[in-house]
């Protein structure tokens, strides 16, 4: 027979190995901002079971029961709630530009999914974005809809040509999602200066649309067979 200790000395290890296994890669950017990975290697009955959802919520999850999305809807969740640290309800609600957000916990967030990953972003003190792409050949072809033809030109010259491409757009989108608004051309309103790229790095981007212009620092990252590009804030936001 096992005693309380003996147990608990089982149990707590186990328990933990569950919360983490899933956590591929995590990154402190400062003192309030973090984003990290999740691999999704559970079955969605497994991550739904992590969760407290209200009614609507369980009703949109049933609606995506049969897709890849519910997979990638429940593995963000699960990855928001582990960062939070938090076993409660989350309310987590999408804005009219479809920018999430969180009624009740003073933090800001960016989700982002892609085939087997999923990715969260928080930060306590400014809006942040991320992103992450699987890296495939065929990006090639759709790169004059997110490039200007100046960084296409930039990025041909570039000795890892297909990397740099998704260099570019994960940053872009990261831009996009900070920003948090509709309407914003990735090709005409959003622009990065030149780069190399080296695997990890930093872009300089700006936005600018009609009388908006802000700038940015973009991170980007690769990962295995995946690009992540993430940023906080607009440097001359106000």
Known sequence: MWTKLE???????????FIFMAIAYSKQIDDSTEFAL?????????????LQLNDEEKAFVEQLKHSKRNLHWLATRVLLRTLLHTDEYIDCKVDAHGK????TLPYHISLSHSFEYAAVMISKN????IDIEHIQQKVERIAPRFLNPGELKAAK??????EALYAYWCAKEAV???HGQKNVSFANDISLQPFTFTGEGSIQARLQKDTLLLDYKVDYLQYEDYMIGYVKGAWNEK
């Not at 999740?38 to 992590?50: G, T």
């Not at 999430?100 to 009624?103: F, K, S």
């Open 100 to 103: 999430p957000y969180l009624v």
């Open 38 to 50: 999740w691999k999704i290697e559970e079955e969605a009955e497994d991550l739904y079971a992590q």
């Open 126 to 129: 400014g809006a942040v974005g």
């Open 157 to 162: 010259q570039d000795p890892h040509f297909v």
């Open 7 to 17: 147990l608990f000395g089982v149990i707590l290890p186990c328990f933990l190995q």
């Open 176 to 178: 996009y999602k900070c």
